[in-house]
């Protein structure tokens, strides 16, 4: 069995998705659509930047989606489907648009908000992330804990084993990094990032986004979608709405999500977008795992290879 997979933020780079859009109309299609819902060249941000307009939360996450959308679509438009989905933080709603939970401007539009909430959650410079190497998951919560001293300080990215990010207020992240490091962390690295995810500061956040994606009309997915906060797969879609919800102050538990495709029974993993920071993860939590990345047209032999063999 094959899932598909789709990236987060971080994944971005100026010239995403330029060379699909240039190969295959249904890409280019999708980009235009993009670029409609929001009423401005998202294509256009994508392919020749400037950078430091692309990593702009707001415009990240939309473009990102975009990017997904135009890959999907190829594989779609040659009858490549998964049996799963599953996505990393925004990939998450990637992941409902090519299982029809969502339609695609919608989440255009609602990720292109989401990133806004959550970048004026916490003012700028009051928040941090940081990844801790070489701990498991409840050492690194524990020394969360042990730092916190009344702040917030919590995982917010369990990626795969010995590889968890906190996130929270920027004294607490470093007190915990400090905390990890006496606790036997291999190394702490802080993360250039613009706001502190997928932790209790982005509560305000959440209480923005939720009633406009409780307001979007949706569908029961066509194939389960793994929801990034429990590891769980959600066939409904009223489901799906509560944990995109609770996924903007939740961890991500990505170990858990690739855990759960693996005892369904998936073996081979596509990831679809741009970049390749889930394939890497994927190897580390599944040595077996088979996964091919679909990007860029040279790609696409790959992935039908992939599925030929499944």
């Known amino acids: 069995m094959i899932a598909f997979l789709f990236p987060g933020q971080g994944s971005q780079a100026v010239g995403m998705g330029k060379a699909l859009a240039g190969a295959f109309p249904e890409a280019r299609a999708a980009f235009d659509q993009a670029d409609a819902a929001l009423g401005r060249s998202l294509s256009g941000l994508c392919f020749d930047g400037p950078d430091d307009q692309l990593t702009l939360t707001e415009n990240t996450q939309p473009a990102i989606l975009a990017t997904s959308v135009a890959a999907w679509r190829v594989l779609e438009a040659r009858g490549l489907a998964p049996a799963w989905a599953a996505g990393h933080s925004l990939g998450e709603y990637s992941a409902h648009v090519a299982a029809g939970t969502l339609a695609f401007a919608d989440a255009v539009r609602v990720v292109s908000h989401r990133g806004r909430y959550m970048q ?26 042990a730092a916190a001293q009344g702040e917030v300080v919590s995982p917010a990215n369990l990626n795969a084993p010995g590889q968890v990010v906190i996130a929270g207020s920027r004294a607490a992240v470093q007190r915990a990094g400090v905390e990890a490091k006496a606790r036997g962390a291999k190394r702490v690295i802080a993360l250039n990032v613009s706001a502190p995810f997928h932790c209790a500061l982005m509560a305000p956040a959440q209480a923005r986004l939720e009633p406009e994606l409780r307001a979007l009309a949706v569908q029961a997915p066509r194939v389960p979608v793994v929801a990034n906060v429990d590891g769980q797969p959600r066939r409904d879609a009223a489901s799906a709405i509560d944990a ?29 977008g741009p970049g390749t920071v889930l394939a890497g993860l994927v190897r580390k939590i599944d040595r077996e795992a088979q996964v091919v990345s679909f990007g860029a047209p040279e790609q696409l032999a790959a992935v039908e290879a992939l599925f030929a063999a499944s």
């Open 244 to 272: 995109l919800v609770a996924q903007v102050s939740g961890a991500v538990r990505w170990e858990d999500v690739i855990g759960y495709l693996v005892s369904s029974g998936v073996r081979a993993y596509v990831e679809v």
């Open 120 to 145: 004026e959650a916490v003012p700028v410079g009051a928040g941090a992330m940081a990844a801790i190497l070489g701990l498991d998951a409840a050492t690194v919560t524990a020394a969360c804990e």
